[in-house]
């Protein structure tokens, strides 16, 4: 499957952003899909993750409450909404896709396939 992450930019702190990664080449509804960033020089880190048709969710504590994660399979698409942006949210980030949901290594790289190329999300003090 191949991922397009788009919707990245520049904001404010306390600004807003909605992030989308569109998906083709496969089944979207086969997939679980996942959010991650990265900043230069550090590992990749884990956002959420949401299951195959939306009824389970999973995010990193400290992005739960302020980032939502949603699929739209129909359109083959994943979003992640992210409210009250600060200064350390400031990387690129990557949506991902695996086979399986197994919420106890869901946070981990290792369990995904096939990853998108990233979009910039900078955030300004």
């Known amino acids: 499957v191949q991922l397009q992450a788009s919707g990245g930019g520049l904001v404010q702190a306390g600004g807003s952003l909605r992030l989308s990664c569109a998906a083709s080449?496969?089944?979207?509804?086969?997939?679980?899909m996942g959010w991650f960033r990265q900043v230069p020089g550090k590992e990749r880190e884990f956002v959420a993750a949401?299951?195959?048709?939306?009824?389970?969710?999973y995010y990193s504590d400290s992005m739960k409450g302020r980032f939502t994660i949603s699929r739209d399979n129909a359109k083959s698409t994943v979003y992640l909404q992210m409210n009250n942006l600060a200064p350390e949210d400031t990387a690129v980030y990557h949506c991902?896709?695996?086979?399986?949901?197994?919420?106890?290594?869901?946070?981990?790289?290792?369990?995904?396939?096939?990853w998108g190329q990233g979009t910039l999300v900078t955030v300004s003090s």
């Open positions: 080449g496969r089944t979207f509804g086969d997939y679980v």
């Open positions: 991902a896709a695996a086979r399986k949901w197994i919420q106890a290594i869901v946070r981990l790289t290792s369990l995904y396939d096939y």
């Open positions: 949401i299951s195959r048709i939306g009824d389970l969710t």
